[in-house]
Each structure stands twice: as C-alpha cells, then as structure tokens.
C-alpha cells in the first residue's frame, strides 16, 4: 500500500512504541520522584500484542519502529520483540531510546536480535550533575557505553541531550567536542512542557536558535547532507570533527507540517501527536478478541484525529497530562 497520509497530506511511515512505564531513573524533567504515577507496569501490551499490531499497520505504511518507554531494556522480552519486528515484511528499521544504563552488558544480545540504530539520552558530561538530574550514579556507565558503541561503529548513534538553562548550558561546547571526538550525533532538544515536569518554568527552555549561536561563536558548520529533510532535528557537520550536531526545537520552530509519527502508549493507545491527549485506544479490541480489520480501522482512525500542529508555545506551556515514560517522548 502506498504510504498513509493523514488530512493534511502528511506521510505517516513512523511508529515509536513505549513498551514499559517503567524506568531506572528518574529523570527531574520526566518522571516524579519515587515514579509513583507510572508504576505499576500490569496494564501494559504484551510483546505478542505489539508485535500483532506492527504486522498489521506495516501493509498500512509503517516502515520504521522506534521502541522507547520507560527505559525499553527494563522490558523483558525485548529482544525477542526486535527480533520479531525485524522479520515483519515492510519495516525497514527497528531503533530503540534508551538512558544508557543497561546497554554495555546488552550489546551482543541486541545485535544478535537485530536493531539497526540507537539513540542515547545524555544530559551532562559531569558526573555529579547527572547524578542530581536522574538520582543516580551512571555517568561512568553511560559514557563507557557510548564509547564502546561509537568506536566500535557497532550502531550509528544519536546521543540526546535535554538543553535546560542553570543546569547544562554551560555544557553546550562539550557536548559539541564530544561529536567532534566520537562518530556519533549529539541532538540539542528543548525541553517541553509535558506532565511532571519538575525543572519546566520561566525561562528554563533554551530555544535552538540560542544554542545554535553559541555553537557557531567556536565552531564551523556545515549542513550535514543525507540528513532527512522535514524532519524534527536541523543536522550539522562540524567541519573538522568526527560526528555531528542536530537541534530538535519542537517549542519554537514548530515542526509538525513535516510531522511523519504516531505513538504506541505502553498501555496500547495509538496517539497521533506527543501534545494531544485525544488517544485512540486499542486495549479494547484484544479484550474483545477483535479481528485484524478492527485494528486496521484504528489505525485509520488516529491518522484521521492527528492534528495539523501542538499548539504549544514555550510561552503557554499546557502540558500533556501524561507522564512522558508512558508515551515514550
Ligand atoms: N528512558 C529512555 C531514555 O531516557 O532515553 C527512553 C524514554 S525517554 C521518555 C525518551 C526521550 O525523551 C529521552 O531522550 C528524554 O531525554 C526525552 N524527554 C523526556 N522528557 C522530556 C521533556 N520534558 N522535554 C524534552 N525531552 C524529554
Ligand atoms: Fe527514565 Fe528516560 Fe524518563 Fe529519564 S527520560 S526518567 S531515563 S524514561
């Protein structure tokens, strides 16, 4: 079938599908202190439910799978759900978001299963701030990680980290020698409004066209080419280094017209934009035993209800009333 649009003739090819509410960390920005609101984990799609469902929306159009969560290496049978997706006809990639902390002593088991590309949520370079912002020790962890994956070339990796102001803006240029040293992306993203949120006020947001400036004060950059075009990061090369640099600016450059997305909660509802709460809801169909074309007919559905754009100014900040682990970011 040819790709699916949705009423403002935008392809839908991309599904991220959160497999837990669960996680390890506790991010100040995502989750509340003692994760209470996402816990517990008993309402959630089962491997065999998700994978049902890809197999169904990839003859719909959907090409590329992102699993995220939650923290997705928490998820048992994660990798036999990659292995499973991978062998579905039509996807062409199976990625995975993930904070890091897991994923050294996991590298045989997910290239045995097959991912293709994945992305690292990193927020300092110091250990002590990473510690504040997740409540954890991990920054040796994570970096040995990171290290192993990009110098190893075993996955190309994107490293994701939250710009916040009085927390790692003063980070901005390491992070940006971090991708001169290494062959890995590092993406600046604004950090949004979502529900939970402890550090989101005044002026904590830091637009991209700020953290393009300072990085342009030191460093040359150049459009990196091969890099999707309408899609949510700006990438640069670095002239001169190894990786390169992309900022994701969902609050102030509104790029929802080239929007290609829809979201799997962990709890199995199709939602077609990060910020709208309207969810198409799945649960139902497996409890009714539904047939495959009830499926289908939902996944219409949420192309249908997806909204031209967020709404969302750093300005009006209404967040989305779910924890951002639930949607998977
Ligand atoms: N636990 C995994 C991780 O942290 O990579 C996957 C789930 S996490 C919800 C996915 C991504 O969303 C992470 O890169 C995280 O930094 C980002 N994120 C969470 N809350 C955010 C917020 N309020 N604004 C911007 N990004 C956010
Ligand atoms: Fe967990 Fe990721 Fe949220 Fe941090 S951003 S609390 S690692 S789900």
């Not at 400036?213 to 990196?224: C, G, M, Q, S, T």
Request: glycine share 10%; aromatic share 6%.
């Amino acid at each position: 079938m040819d790709q699916p649009k949705d009423r403002f003739g935008r392809g839908v090819n991309y599904i991220r599908v959160s497999v837990t509410k669960r996680c390890n960390l506790r991010c100040a920005y995502c989750m509340p202190m003692d994760g209470s609101l996402v816990h517990p984990n008993n309402d959630i799609l089962t491997i065999s439910q998700i994978t049902r469902l890809i197999a169904l929306f990839a003859p719909a159009g959907i090409r590329k799978v992102r699993l995220t969560g939650g923290e997705p290496l928490l998820r048992k049978g994660i990798f036999s759900l990659i292995r499973d997706l991978k062998s579905i006809p039509g996807i062409d990639e199976v990625t995975m978001t993930t904070n890091g902390v897991l994923l050294e002593k996991n590298i045989p088991l997910l290239q045995e299963a097959g991912l293709d590309r994945i992305n690292i949520s990193l927020d300092s370079l110091k250990a002590e701030r990473l510690r504040a912002i997740s409540g954890h020790d991990i920054h040796q962890t994570v970096m040995r990680a990171i290290r192993r994956v990009a110098e190893e070339r075993i996955w190309p990796v994107k490293i994701n980290v939250v710009a916040i102001r009085g927390f790692n803006d003063d980070e901005i240029l390491d992070f940006v020698q971090l991708a001169r040293d290494l062959p890995v992306e590092v993406r600046f993203i604004e950090m949004m409004p979502t529900a939970h949120n402890r550090l989101f006020r005044g002026r904590s947001a830091i637009a991209a066209a700020e953290m393009e400036r300072i990085v342009r004060e030191r460093y040359k950059l150049r459009p990196a080419p091969h890099a999707p075009a309408g899609g949510p990061a700006e990438v640069y090369e670095i002239v001169g280094g190894a990786g390169r640099i992309g900022f994701v600016a969902p609050l102030s450059r509104h790029f929802c017209g080239g929007c290609n997305r829809l979201r799997l909660t962990a709890e199995g509802a199709l939602r077609s934009c990060l910020f709208s709460d309207g969810e198409v809801d799945l649960g139902r169909g497996f409890l009714e035993n539904a047939h495959d074309q009830w499926f289908i007919d939902r996944f219409k559905e949420a192309l249908a209800v997806k909204p031209k754009g967020h709404g969302l100014t750093a300005a009006s900040g209404a967040p989305c009333e779910k924890p951002m682990a639930a949607i998977g970011g």
